[in-house]
């Protein structure tokens, strides 16, 4: 089974922070995204990458940033996190050719910034 | 602007009922995916079936089908014989191109489902 983990379920911070989410997956997959989930909003595209070192902005890529080192791991970064970026954070994984194949997701973070 | 829609924030249905979540897209594009996921209270995406844009025959994974009409741009997921453990929120996305843009999902506003005993 394809496993994609977050580094934490729950994280409290404070205005202007900086803060690193974390998401490894496990099954060599090219693509990763992140995606913040809002009531009634659903779930919009933060950032996206298909490649190591490669980036590419989703629809909300305001006040964030990602970092893509190693094939497994993609980071997302909130570089002054303000209140309004409280929400549920969820990252997820996909083959690069496989046009079946569903997104894997993890467990999501509820961050929220006080 | 490719999009999809919900238009049910919350249902309720009867245990062993059936029930069908609806779900209109929009796009220009003629390859394109559909999919349904499920995420119950703990938060986790649950990939639930998939649907191809050429696919001719709707597509099935035991008590979920997917009600495909592609010429009215819906794709209705129906849950057969719910279960208490179907109470979640589902959330219809659409793909775009095979492999586009490293195959981005769309999602719509999703649709909180309540099965009552």
């Known amino acids: 089974d394809v496993k994609v983990t977050q580094s934490s379920r729950y994280l409290v911070k404070r205005t202007g922070e900086k803060v690193f989410l974390e998401c490894v997956q496990d099954?060599?997959?090219?693509?990763m995204f992140w995606y913040r989930q809002d009531p009634g909003l659903g779930l919009r595209l933060i950032y996206f990458?298909?490649?190591?070192?490669?980036?590419e902005k989703g629809d909300i890529p305001e006040g964030y940033s990602v970092s893509r080192e190693k094939k497994e791991r993609f980071s997302l970064i909130l570089e002054s996190a303000s209140t309004n970026q409280t929400s549920m954070y969820l990252c997820?994984?996909?083959?690069?050719?496989?046009?079946?194949?569903?997104?894997?997701f993890g467990d999501g973070t509820r961050l929220s910034i006080l | 602007a490719q999009k999809i829609t919900q238009t049910q924030p919350g249902m309720f249905v009867q245990e062993k009922e059936a029930v069908t979540l609806d779900c209109t897209y929009d796009?220009?594009?003629?390859?394109?995916?559909l999919f349904w996921y499920k995420q119950p209270s703990s938060g986790e995406m649950i990939f639930l079936i998939y649907?191809?844009?050429?696919?001719?025959q709707n597509a099935t994974e035991g008590r979920y089908s997917l009600n495909f009409q592609k010429a009215r741009k819906s794709a209705n997921l129906v849950i057969s014989a719910s279960q208490l453990g179907d109470s979640a929120m589902y959330f219809c996305?659409?793909?775009?191109?095979?492999?586009?843009?490293?195959?981005?999902?769309?999602f719509g506003q999703g649709t909180e489902l309540s099965v009552k005993p």
């Open positions: 997820a994984s996909s083959p690069l050719d496989r046009a079946k194949q569903p997104q894997h």
């Open positions: 099954m060599d997959h090219e693509n």
């Open positions: 990458s298909y490649d190591v070192k490669m980036k």
């Open positions: 796009t220009s594009d003629q390859s394109y995916g």
């Open positions: 649907q191809g844009s050429y696919d001719e």
């Open positions: 996305a659409m793909r775009e191109g095979l492999l586009l843009q490293g195959g981005k999902l769309i």
